[in-house]
């Protein structure tokens, strides 16, 4: 008997010590992928900062060169700190260019900038297939966290009448997951939604946002012009509160809604105010 209780004990040791060992495990791999993203934010926002003094410094206006690299053009900052733009040009296609190039990855389309929000982030696209990015990285490599995504039925240039991005609402406040607080907290009046493509910059009005039914592309993503009526009516109806007309081109983000147990999201719905190109 003594014996019998012995192995018992054992063997409910092992099983605690492999929970231990797998809740450790995954605390880990969370606290890796956050830092992983904050980097992934970070050298994106550089890169955006860099795009912008390029743009709006006399110093950028005509690139310096590195005697060792003829080839990389520069910008000096206000402190006369020299910034080397690895593979970066002036032309319409320097930020994206730019952006793909530092994570190696051409699936980088867009990068989405709201400076109410402090929110700034490269989108990704992968053709055919929208669920892609949902566990992958900037890299490509497997995620659980994901990346931040424009549906893959959308445009990368965003000329379809209904453009969709996804984010994971992170616990930590990466990606989307400060997007429902910072809304509620500052709301939408005088935010701007601004969306650099390799060719365009796009400006976006917050116009409605909150807690709607679960994901329907069908309807928040539409390639062609919608018939008259179809988003006012149909955000009316989803978002249980009227909808401003007046626009023809429409972007969603959306996230993860765990105020409940129904399988609810939470979307920033923008109307597209201005298009301009930037090549």
């Not at 006369?80 to 733009?85: F, K, R």
């Not at 992968?126 to 900037?138: E, F, M, Q, T, V």
């Not at 992170?170 to 009046?189: A, P, S």
């Not at 765990?258 to 105010?273: E, H, P, V």
């Amino acid at each position: 008997m003594k014996k019998r209780y012995i192995v018992l004990y054992i063997i409910v040791m092992l099983i605690a010590l492999s929970l231990m060992g797998y809740g450790i495990y995954k605390v880990y791999t969370q606290s890796q992928q956050t830092k992983e993203a904050e980097e992934i934010v970070e050298a994106g926002k550089e890169i955006y900062n860099q795009y912008i003094n390029g743009l709006n410094t006399e110093e950028a206006s005509e690139p310096k060169h590195s005697e060792n690299d003829s080839e990389s053009p520069t910008y000096i900052d206000e402190e006369g700190i020299v910034h080397y733009l690895d593979a970066f040009v002036t032309d319409g296609k320097g930020l994206i260019h730019a952006l793909q190039t530092r994570y190696g990855n051409t699936d980088v389309v867009a990068y989405l900038v709201i400076e109410a929000y402090d929110l700034y982030t490269p989108i990704l696209w992968h053709d055919g297939d929208y669920k892609y990015y949902l566990r992958h990285n900037i890299y490509g490599d497997y995620s659980y966290n994901g990346s931040i995504y424009l549906d893959s039925d959308c445009r990368p240039d965003f000329l379809n009448a209904g453009n969709m991005i996804y984010g994971h609402n992170m616990l930590d406040g990466m990606m989307f997951g400060r997007l429902e607080k910072t809304i509620n907290e500052l709301g939408i009046e005088g935010a701007e939604v601004v969306i650099y493509t390799d060719s365009e910059k796009l400006v976006y009005k917050p116009i409605i946002y909150g807690p709607v039914a679960a994901l329907d592309r069908g309807f928040y993503v539409t390639p062609e012009e919608p018939e008259d009526g179809f988003f006012v009516s149909g955000f009316s109806e989803k978002y249980g509160k009227p909808c401003p007309e007046g626009y023809n081109n429409y972007l969603t983000l959306m996230t993860c809604y765990y105020k409940d147990a129904s399988r609810q999201r939470f979307c920033l719905t923008c109307g597209l105010i201005s298009r301009t190109r930037i090549g």
